[in-house]
């Protein structure tokens, strides 16, 4: 089995990928739920049906409990689940306060693996491993196109930047039934530049639209709302997988991203989906 995808073009006048092809995923309309998990984990395991149902029918519950508590929940093999939430901004810190939170939701960081990909001979004789950090629950995925006309795409930010698609979703909040339509950002993506490779530093610069902040992250997952700050450039001296995206209004950019090498090293060479 694999994950199919189509071929579509950027429609976005305001893109710097503007024109540009990209696969992107598409989906039927077949959602797996309680009982056909179970199914599956009944298989695989010598566990019974009712009482794997149970516990999937159990889980949501633990989960929103340890939420309520302010923890964060870690699941092996999947990843990092956290509360997130948006707030409206505010002149004084004493109108700071819990009604001013506004879209709550589920963050997620999934678990990531090293995987050897190679080796590479260095200047001094010595030979250095090549990986890349693969997402766990992703690394074996197999891609395909389709041409069934009942696939669906999904309404999603695509990364539409330097080159690559990630053909993947926001992170959950738009899980409905497809459109059809690829969804198109109104706020610009932000630019990254810096040198690359480079030997011992290079300094990160970031732009983007007049009125809205940029946040990034460095080590190759999708930036959100939680995400660093941008507010003046930094510096790195080790390779690295730079995104960020630009949020006005409450509302957030495309995904840019710039991979940062150095020296020879390509060690990081961002997630493996």
């Known amino acids: 089995m694999s994950q199919k995808y189509i071929k579509s073009q950027n429609k976005n006048s305001h893109s710097t990928a503007f024109g540009k092809y990209y696969a992107t995923a598409v989906y039927d309309n077949h959602f797996v739920g309680t009982e056909e998990l179970a199914d599956f984990i009944q298989r695989q395991a010598s566990v019974k049906k009712s009482d794997i149902k149970a516990v999937l029918q159990e889980l949501g519950e633990a989960m929103k409990h340890f939420f309520e508590l302010g923890q964060k929940i870690k699941l092996d093999g999947i990843g990092i689940m956290k509360v997130g939430f ?7 810190v004493e109108d700071c306060t819990a009604a001013t939170i506004t879209t709550r939701r589920v963050l997620f960081q999934p678990e990531t693996e090293r995987v050897v990909v190679g080796q590479q001979k260095m ?35 695509n990364e539409q930047t330097g080159g690559e698609n990630s053909g993947g979703s926001n992170g959950g909040s738009n899980i ?40 990034y992250t460095t080590d190759g997952s999708t930036p959100n709302a939680e995400s ?5 450039a930094f510096t790195l001296s080790d390779s690295a997988t730079v995104k960020a995206i630009a ?8 995904v840019s991203t710039k991979v940062f090498t150095k020296g020879t090293d390509s060690g990081n060479e961002g997630d493996a989906n």
């Open 176 to 215: 409905g039934g497809g459109t059809g339509n690829i969804n198109q950002n109104t706020v610009a993506a932000p630019t990254i530049s810096g040198v690359t490779p480079f030997e011992e530093t290079t300094t990160v610069n970031m732009s983007g639209p007049d009125g809205a902040e940029i946040r």
């Open 123 to 157: 200047p001094d004789g010595t030979v250095k491993q090549k990986y890349i950090n693969a997402i766990t629950l992703l690394k074996d995925i197999i891609f395909e196109e389709t041409h069934d006309n009942a696939m669906n795409v999904e309404p999603e930010e």
């Open 247 to 254: 949020i006005k209004n409450g509302e957030s950019s495309s």
């Open 86 to 92: 948006s707030s409206i901004g505010v002149t004084k």
């Open 228 to 232: 660093t700050l941008y507010s003046e």
